[in-house]
T-cell receptor, first 113, second 114 residues
């Protein structure tokens, strides 16, 4: 079955550590996105990529980094510079950036301990 | 900039009641509009969409009409079920640059009681 897979589902991080969240899709989509969700709030865009080897900052990119070395993969690293990383992280993909119907993964819940 | 505003929740209804969740937007250009649903602990699923003025999106008994004159995209369902309990997000596709970025409202929690 085609889809978008995020791992792990739950992740715990100690303060000062970097962690990487995985996002893989087998939908052959060009565009991929990372959103952050906080309780009682909508989703906010962290980074997005419209094509392999290219990505742009979203609205809240500070303290995060990404790479897009392969079409199917768009990992997100939460660095120690992110002061409030505890949140639910959602990855999404779309056929291309002009096709606005996005498909979402199941999310990763990151908790700083 | 572009923005989406949803009615505050939670919304609590009895089974078979009529549902309306209000959504209004501010945007440049001609955005596409979406409703997504999120069940507890899960990602978002596309519920319905509309890509131009006066379009009606529909799915699983839910409907929403793209009203450009009132910049609204209200979600309705004639008879809700317990299984409809979830968080509903209204969203628009960023109107410029064809980036595919989505701008979300804050979400409305719906609780349906038997």
């Amino acid at each position: 079955d085609g889809g978008i897979t995020q791992s792990p589902k739950y992740l715990f991080r100690k303060e000062g550590q970097n962690v990487t969240l995985s996002c893989e899709q087998n939908l052959n989509h060009d565009a991929m996105y990372w959103y952050r969700q906080d309780p009682g709030q909508g989703l906010r865009l962290i980074y997005y990529s419209q094509i392999v080897n290219d990505f742009q900052k979203g609205d809240i990119a500070e303290g995060y980094s990404v790479s897009r070395e392969k079409k199917e993969s768009f990992p997100l690293t939460v660095t120690s510079a992110q002061k409030n990383p505890t949140a639910f992280y959602l990855c999404a993909s779309a056929r291309d950036s002009r096709n606005t119907e996005a498909f979402f993964g199941q999310g990763t819940r990151l908790t700083v301990v | 900039g572009d923005s989406v505003t949803q009615m505050e929740g939670p919304v609590t209804l009895s089974e078979e009641a009529f549902l309306t969740i209000n959504c209004t937007y501010t945007a440049t250009g001609y955005p596409s509009l979406f409703w997504y649903v999120q069940y507890p602990g899960e990602g978002l699923q596309l519920l319905l969409k509309a890509t131009k003025a006066d379009d009606k999106g529909s799915n699983k008994g839910f409907e929403a009409t793209y009203r450009k004159e009132t910049t609204s995209f209200h979600l309705e369902k004639g008879s809700v079920q317990v299984s409809d309990s979830a968080v509903y997000f209204c969203a628009l596709a960023h109107g410029s640059g064809n980036t595919g970025k989505l701008i979300f409202g804050q979400g409305t929690t719906l609780q349906v009681k038997p």
